[in-house]
């Protein structure tokens, strides 16, 4: 599973980083994470997470509980524009390169074919 979280501000930066913190170290407990991590760029106010799980029962699992749930309802009112993409691959193909995300989502944006696409208008 990839993502790509977009704030508005550069003001909403801090509070966005520091709530990711958080789920990152949620998500690296939960069961059926494979393994989890988070690019921030932050002068381009934009977030990337890459994980791997042992299926989605166990993404959805985790997205549902605490704190991530609560934290991504707030966190909402800062987006400016979030997308979310899943696929499957073989366990000995891991990690995932930053490259290979970014090439996804580009992918993924560009058709609009994403399985989860914010844009709040």
Do not use: C
């Not at 501000?9 to 994470?33: D, I, K, Y």
């Amino acid at each position: 599973m990839a993502s790509r979280l977009e704030v508005r501000s550069l003001r909403q930066v801090p509070g966005f980083f520091l709530a990711s913190l958080r789920l990152l170290r949620q998500a690296r407990r939960a069961p059926g994470a494979l393994g989890v991590s988070l690019k921030a760029e932050l002068f381009k106010r934009t977030f990337w997470t890459v994980s791997a799980w042992n299926d989605k029962a166990s993404i959805y699992a985790y997205s549902s509980a605490e704190p991530h749930k609560s934290t991504m309802r707030r966190q909402r009112a800062v987006m400016r524009e979030s997308t979310f993409i899943f696929w499957t691959m073989p366990a000995a193909q891991l990690p995932v390169a930053w490259d290979q995300v970014r090439e996804r989502i580009a992918y993924e944006r560009s058709t609009g074919h994403d399985e989860h696409r914010n844009e709040p208008g």
